[in-house]
């Protein structure tokens, strides 16, 4: 059998059928509710690495030409540059999931959101590359490149060898119970928040609405919805990083570093929420790629904060537009200035931290829930489901 064969039973498999269909255990609640427990599907774990895959091996067709025109040279041929990285790279990174969502013919949008970090992080380290703001380590020499640019997240590297840091048993061991344990996380939140479709607590406003009352936003109904729903997306994020980058360090060798640590428990600044805690991947590329080539060009930092909000709104948009095939999204995001603060309570801090997120979070989630992406990605997680007969 050839490799059309193989895809073509591979993604001939739709990931669409009712979820208590396929269970391991069936239980009846009383007389009217029938609940089940429900394993991860096969299909969904078949298709990601095909698509982790090709994610690398379309990095690693970018690696050489952007290290030889970008990072290496020590005077640029601007021309062959820009047009390498604004008519190929940029294009090839921001097209490259839509062909294969094309090509593979994929609805699940959970396989879908997993095609998305190439064109955020790699599309970052393409621009960062161009303006001569690659990390000294990884722009040594090629392999160590092609390991900072192939991996789709965060790559460790060996401060002292000034290379990437090798796997061992304690790292695998480490990475197993990760992903293990947020596995489990992530599919009792869910089992919970399911039954009442993602929303805890009823609301006069859809959870998609642009229209919620100033009362309405502030209200612990809100935030308390906000909040689950956030939390569930953070667990998911960390779990599926974790798995991502394990096949990363399987295929290569390689150890990454967590990109999604403890924002919702353990942020202690907004700058430390969206920073160093969310999704640091996507923060060192908006950092490199955006925020100091701006304040290089301009001499602002204002100018370059600004430039990084607004490509990160451009991100966020996009992400949207590919995995839901729609356009009508918005994405905020705050900053607040510290002061007194820094004195309080760790855990009251976190929360004031929350705050400046959680009244306005629906704005993005409830259009991930009307759409169904936490539906979608319980086809990954084991699940405890009841329902009325």
Request: net charge neutral; glycine share 6%.
């Amino acid at each position: 059998m050839d490799v059309r064969g193989i895809v073509a039973i591979l993604f001939g498999q739709k990931i669409d059928y009712d979820i208590l269909d396929d269970t391991i255990f069936e239980f009846t609640v009383g007389k009217a509710t029938r609940c089940a427990i429900t394993h991860p599907s096969i299909h969904f774990f078949n298709q990601l690495p095909l698509l982790v895959a090709i994610q690398a091996l379309v990095s690693a067709l970018l690696a050489f030409p952007l290290y030889k025109l970008n990072v290496q040279p020590t005077k640029k041929k601007i021309v062959w540059s820009t047009a390498f990285t604004f008519l190929i790279a940029l294009p090839s990174a921001c097209y490259e999931p839509i062909y294969i969502i094309r090509l593979f013919k994929i609805h699940h949008i959970g396989l879908r959101m997993v095609l998305m970090t190439f064109p955020l992080v790699g599309g970052l380290r393409v621009l960062e590359s161009y303006f001569g703001f690659t990390p000294d380590i990884p722009a040594k020499n090629f392999t160590n490149y092609l390991a900072y640019f192939s991996c789709p997240f965060i790559v460790k590297f060996d401060d002292d060898k000034q290379e990437p840091k090798r796997v061992s048993i304690e790292y695998f061991r480490q990475q197993f119970q990760i992903v293990g344990t947020y596995f489990i996380y992530t599919g009792l939140l869910m089992s919970l928040l399911w039954h009442y479709d993602w929303q805890l607590f009823e609301l006069q406003s859809s959870v998609d609405s642009f229209d919620h009352s100033l009362s309405e936003l502030m209200s612990w109904k809100n935030l308390l919805n906000n909040y689950f729903v956030a939390l569930i997306l953070s667990l998911g994020l960390k779990q599926s990083t974790a798995g991502v980058s394990l096949l990363y360090s399987l295929a290569f060798g390689y150890e990454t570093q967590d990109v999604v640590l403890s924002p919702l428990t353990k942020s202690q600044s907004v700058s430390e929420f969206w920073g160093r805690q969310w999704n640091v991947a996507v923060h060192k590329g908006l950092k490199n790629g955006v925020y100091k080539p701006t304040r290089y060009m301009t001499n602002s930092n204002v100018m370059g904060i600004f430039a990084a909000f607004v490509i990160s709104g451009v991100m966020h948009e996009y992400v949207n537009l590919v995995i839901f095939s729609r356009t009508e999204h918005m994405f905020g995001s705050l900053e607040i200035v510290q002061g007194i603060v820094s004195k309080l309570p760790k855990p009251l801090i976190t929360a004031l931290v929350l705050c400046t997120a959680l009244p306005f979070a629906h704005l993005f989630t409830g259009d991930w829930i009307v759409h169904g992406y936490f539906d979608a990605v319980m086809y990954a997680e084991p699940t405890i489901l009841c329902r009325s007969l």
